[in-house]
T-cell receptor
């Protein structure tokens, strides 16, 4: 199906483990984004990518790693998960000529 | 630190009334402004974008922008219970040269039937 998908939708992990959240879009949008959403903080940009192999830090990049080898995929890795990374993570994408971001369904991550 | 401020609410309005949601931003040079709606447990969806001072209408929604006062607002006319959601204001700061949007924490709207 066309659109933007995230997997897994729910994840529980332990402190110190590596976790990768996947994001896939079928629109061939050049831009992709990762946000986290926490009570009291709203949506905060973690990383974004303007094209394959081009990534840049957002507001809260520490503890996260991204890559973008293919236009359609933008995985987010927590190299050593911490409890403070418990959050809902949203991936989004947009085309180069437009401002509208389309959000994925989100991944709820719990770090114990 | 560039900021986008919203009253967290909840803002309660009766069905059929006008709901007024406000947002202020700190970066005076910001050029792009957006309102997203987010239902509980769901992802945000764009409902309005505005780039110039003044009003922009789309159906029951009107976005208002005042760059001199650094605020953007969203009016929802004839509010319906289905409008009950959290409304997020987002700004693309002027100096990002990119799309590093900054979101407010959102205002929760409750439309009472």
């Amino acid at each position: 199906d066309a659109g933007i998908t995230q997997s897994p939708r729910y994840k529980i992990t332990e402190t110190g483990r590596q976790v990768t959240l996947m994001c896939h879009q079928t629109w061939s949008h050049s831009y992709m984004f990762w946000y986290r959403q926490d009570l009291g903080h709203g949506l905060r940009l973690i990383y974004y990518s303007a094209a394959a192999d081009i990534t840049d830090k957002g507001e809260v990049p520490d503890g996260y790693v991204v890559s973008r080898s293919k236009t359609e995929n933008f995985p987010l890795t927590l190299e050593s998960a911490t409890r403070s990374q418990t959050s809902v993570y949203f991936c989004a994408s947009k085309s180069g000529g437009a401002d509208t971001q389309y959000f994925g369904p989100g991944t709820r991550l719990t770090v114990l | 630190q560039k900021e986008v401020e919203q009253n967290s609410g909840p803002l309660s309005v009766p069905e059929g009334a006008i709901a007024s949601l406000n947002c202020t931003y700190s970066d005076r040079g910001s050029q792009s402004f957006f309102w997203y709606r987010q239902y509980s447990g769901k992802s945000p969806e764009l409902i309005m974008s505005i780039y110039s001072n003044g009003d922009k209408e789309d159906g029951r929604f009107t976005a208002q922008l005042n760059k001199a006062s650094q605020y953007v607002s969203l009016l929802i006319r004839d509010s319906q219970p289905s409008d009950s959601a959290t409304y997020l204001c987002a700004v693309n700061p002027s100096n990002s040269g990119t799309y590093k949007y900054i979101f407010g924490t959102g205002t929760r709207l409750k439309v009472l039937a």
